[in-house]
């Protein structure tokens, strides 16, 4: 907690909150279609089979999916999204997992440049070292079962879609993981604090002597 604490008052994240999963939908932080960023400490349960990689946009911070239609007269892919013109698209992930914070949790999801960041090996490079499909996917279970295992303070974008199927979903997505810690601190920071009025009552009593 400490770090995180002195990483936020010496400048990273200056501008960015400090939130817990209920102070956000307490004051309504994602409850606008257009999204706002706060961050959140906690750590993460990855749904595997849902944590893909797929083709998408060769613009590093597009992450539209690309499509057979995508493909204009000169062989070249038009992105809707981004309107960048492109021969390759690139494979990317696209992580999807639930926040634990406390004792609430959160879906959300992270796609390629935070999911690069979390797993630490770039989807082109899995791509082209395990080329085959029944070598890659064991790699990546095991970089995903690693990442649970990490403690994050997380920058997220909060917003609520309030168009067509997906009118009044709770978007959370990712944009950086910062390792803060493990999993298992949790359960040694109960152990300090149940520790604690002993430890501070010494320390008063030494001071006042
Ligand atoms: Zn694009």
Redesign the pocket.
């Known amino acids: 907690m400490d770090g995180v604490h002195s990483l936020i008052s010496t400048g990273l994240n200056a501008s960015i909150k400090m939130y817990t999963i209920a102070k956000v939908y307490a004051e309504g932080l994602n409850a606008q279609p257009r999204a706002q960023t706060f961050c959140i400490e906690g750590t993460i349960v990855i749904d595997k089979a849902n944590s893909v990689t797929y083709l998408g ?1 060769a ?1 590093p911070h ?1 992450n ?1 999916k690309v499509h057979d239609s995508d493909i204009g007269t000169n062989m070249h892919y038009l ?1 809707p ?2 309107k ?1 013109s492109f021969m390759m698209p690139m494979p990317k992930y696209c992580i999807c997992f639930q926040i634990v914070s406390g004792n609430d949790h959160k879906w959300a999801t992270a796609f390629n440049t935070a999911s690069t960041a979390l797993l630490g090996v770039p989807v082109a490079t899995m791509m082209d070292i395990f080329a085959d499909n029944n070598m890659y996917k064991p790699v990546h279970s095991y970089n995903l079962q690693q990442a649970m295992y990490g403690k994050y303070l997380m920058t997220i974008q909060g917003s609520t879609c309030n168009t067509s199927f997906w009118k009044g979903h709770r978007s959370w997505i990712v944009t950086e993981f910062l390792k803060v810690g493990h999993s298992h601190d949790n359960v040694r920071e109960e152990e300090e604090q149940d520790e604690g009025p002993d430890v501070e009552e010494g320390g008063e009593d030494e001071v006042m002597a």
Do not use: S
């Open positions: 946009c613009m597009c539209r992105c999204t981004c960048q």
